[in-house]
């Protein structure tokens, strides 16, 4: 505990987040114990291009993998991990925050140096041109009222999620999630800015993140091998191979906890 709250006090660090930190939230880890994979089958829900052969064939399945995916995170708030990580950041002490989560939940914590490498939930982006157009809660929520009197009707429904998704301001072409799917590449810009900081860190604070997504699971390794020293939080093992301490701690109890000392 001494050595981490040191390394956070002393130095610029850079933290790399997963599902585990938002699981305090309220967003349940994926693969966890009631996540969304125990429900729904990532191979038809999460992967390109089988995902696109179900919503043009069975939009209903999307309809409902959307309910129960958007109503968990309408609900969520950042927990005191977030906040905590983003106060260190407006101390200065944070070189940049890289996350896979899609839930916003850095940035309505207040982070402002957060790199989203599997995307962000709320957001769309244009096929062609790829600029980003992000959505408000109002018109998510409004959205999903509407599929949920939409029964049955496979046209309607495909209609009504292409109308929401919406055109382009530039250049007039679709907008799809800006999501990465199982099976597509990381978004290019994303992935310098993450090696980047990578490179740079003195200290990296790997926070719930199980290691099984790549190359995402890769980075720590990474960093390690550039001469970063490797803090993990995690209740459960991970990244102890490679770690120098290892917490084994929730996130939120873990920030509690050092939070005094601040
Ligand atoms: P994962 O589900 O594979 O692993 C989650 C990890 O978090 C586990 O190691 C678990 O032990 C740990 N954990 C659980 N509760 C914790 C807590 N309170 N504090 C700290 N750690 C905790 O998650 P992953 O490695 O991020 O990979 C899953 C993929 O699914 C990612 O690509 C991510 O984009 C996506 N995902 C995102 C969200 C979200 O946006 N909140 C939620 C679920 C999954």
Same mark, same amino acid.
């Given at each position: 505990? #001494?050595?981490?709250? @040191?390394?956070l006090k002393?130095e610029k660090i850079c933290v790399?987040t997963?599902?585990?930190?938002?699981?305090?939230?309220?967003?349940?880890?994926?693969?966890?114990?009631?996540?969304?994979?125990?429900?729904?089958?990532?191979?038809?829900? +999460?992967?390109?291009?089988?995902?696109?052969?179900?919503?043009? !064939?069975?939009?209903?399945?999307?309809?409902?993998?959307?309910? *129960?995916?958007?109503?968990?995170?309408?609900?969520?708030?950042p927990?005191?991990a977030h906040i905590f990580i983003a106060e260190l950041e407006r101390r200065g002490l944070v070189e940049g925050i890289i996350t896979? @989560?899609? *839930?916003?939940?850095h940035q309505k914590a207040g982070s402002k140096k957060v790199c989203?490498? !599997?995307?962000?939930?709320?957001?769309?982006?244009?096929?062609?041109? %790829?600029?980003?157009?992000?959505?408000?809660?109002? *018109?998510?929520?409004?959205?999903?009222?509407? =599929?949920?009197?939409?029964?049955?009707?496979?046209?309607?429904?495909? @209609?009504?999620?292409? #109308?929401? =998704?919406?055109?382009?301001?530039?250049? !007039?072409?679709?907008?799809?999630?800006?999501?990465?799917?199982?099976?597509?590449?990381?978004?290019?810009?994303?992935?310098?800015? +993450?090696?980047?900081w990578?490179?740079?860190t003195?200290?990296?604070l790997?926070?719930?993140?199980?290691?099984?997504? &790549?190359?995402? +699971?890769?980075? /720590?390794?990474?960093?390690?091998?550039?001469?970063? &020293?490797?803090?993990?939080? @995690? /209740?459960?093992?991970?990244?102890?191979?490679?770690? *120098?301490?290892?917490? %084994?701690?929730?996130?939120?109890? &873990?920030f509690? %906890?050092?939070?005094?000392?601040f």
């Amino acid at each position: 505990m #001494r050595e981490a709250i @040191n390394r956070l006090k002393r130095e610029k660090i850079c933290v790399l987040t997963g599902a585990g930190i938002s699981q305090e939230s309220g967003v349940p880890t994926f693969r966890g114990k009631g996540g969304l994979w125990e429900k729904y089958d990532p191979q038809i829900y +999460a992967t390109m291009p089988q995902s696109l052969f179900t919503f043009l !064939h069975s939009p209903q399945k999307i309809a409902e993998f959307a309910l *129960d995916f958007y109503r968990v995170l309408l609900n969520s708030k950042p927990n005191f991990a977030h906040i905590f990580i983003a106060e260190l950041e407006r101390r200065g002490l944070v070189e940049g925050i890289i996350t896979q @989560n899609i *839930d916003n939940l850095h940035q309505k914590a207040g982070s402002k140096k957060v790199c989203e490498v !599997h995307g962000n939930a709320y957001e769309f982006f244009c096929v062609r041109c %790829r600029c980003k157009e992000k959505k408000k809660e109002e *018109d998510i929520k409004e959205f999903l009222e509407r =599929m949920k009197n939409i029964k049955n009707k496979r046209f309607k429904l495909i @209609n009504e999620f292409i #109308r929401f =998704m919406g055109k382009c301001k530039n250049c !007039h072409q679709r907008l799809r999630p800006n999501v990465v799917f199982f099976g597509e590449s990381l978004p290019q810009k994303e992935i310098e800015t +993450a090696l980047f900081w990578l490179r740079n860190t003195r200290t990296l604070l790997v926070i719930g993140t199980s290691g099984v997504v &790549f190359p995402v +699971a890769n980075f /720590p390794y990474y960093a390690k091998k550039a001469g970063s &020293f490797i803090i993990e939080i @995690n /209740p459960e093992p991970g990244f102890e191979k490679i770690a *120098d301490l290892v917490i %084994r701690e929730k996130a939120q109890k &873990f920030f509690e %906890r050092i939070s005094q000392e601040f």
